[in-house]
Every structure is written in C-alpha cells, then in structure tokens.
C-alpha cells in the first residue's frame, strides 16, 4: 500500500510539473456561424510567469460540433486562422491575426494574466471573441466580423461589427 501510495505521488508531481513546464493561457476565441467549431488562442506560459519566447502561441480547434476535442489547425486554415507573433523592444509581443489583419494586437501583462489588447469601437479594450460570419456559397466569403472584449479603463463589454469587402 505505501508503494502503491508512493507510485501515486511520485505520478502526481510528474504531472503538475509537466503542467508547469506547459502552461497555457487563453487569450482569446475565433467562433463562426458554420458551425459550433472554435479557434482557441492561447499564450504559452513558462513556470516563472513569462511567456514562452521560443514557441509564444499555440492556436487550435476545439470541435464542439463533434466531441469537444482537441485538433490542430491544418496548413490551409493558417492562411483564414493564421498569425504572426513577435516580440518587441518594449517589453510585449506584437500579434497580427489573419482574420483581422487591419488591426494590431498586443500581447500584455495585465495582473498575472495575459491580455490580448486591440482597439474595439475605438476604445483600447482587452479582445475575448471574434465571431466571423460567411456566405454558404460554394466558395465561402466571410461579409462580417464582429469583435467583442471589454473595455480597458471601465471594463464594461464593448464591440464592433466591422463589414467586409
């Protein structure tokens, strides 16, 4: 029994560091009118709080049309679902996502917890969703977006719906 109890705790402490060592951080979510289908964004955080410099983003589906399972994004849907993060002089990452690429976001520390900060409705608010709506024509078009987080001085909800061309 004491082994046995051994065995678990010697499990249990492998599992809280592999935790540690690859802790995420939602920052934001891509939902679409297609389907109940999600795009999560999240940070890679490091044990010591700082984000993950070598690999700072992991961007994936959460497939709850099906199973609510994991699945990666695959090298075509980079190209609707894609960004490019870097990390910049002034102490936070730069982020430029595919879906909205007319407006920068960063990367910021607000209380131990990473926020994505993008201009909403031209206040700077912290970003939580973007619905992406499209035709159901044979190639697909998206006609609008609407961006959605809360605003960064009041935090009241904020959003704006931004008509594609």
Known sequence: MKKAFTAFLILLFFDILSFAQN??????????????????????????GSIDKENPMDAYWIMNAEQGQRDEISAFEKKVYGYKIDYNDAGYYDLALKAVSDRPIKIVSVSGKYKAEIIINKKNAYLSTVYVFANDSFIPRVEYIILTGTDKKTSAKVTEKIITK
């Open 23 to 48: 802790a995420n951080m939602n920052l934001f979510r891509i939902e679409r009118n297609k389907n109940a289908n999600v795009v999560m964004y999240d940070v890679r955080v490091l044990p010591d």
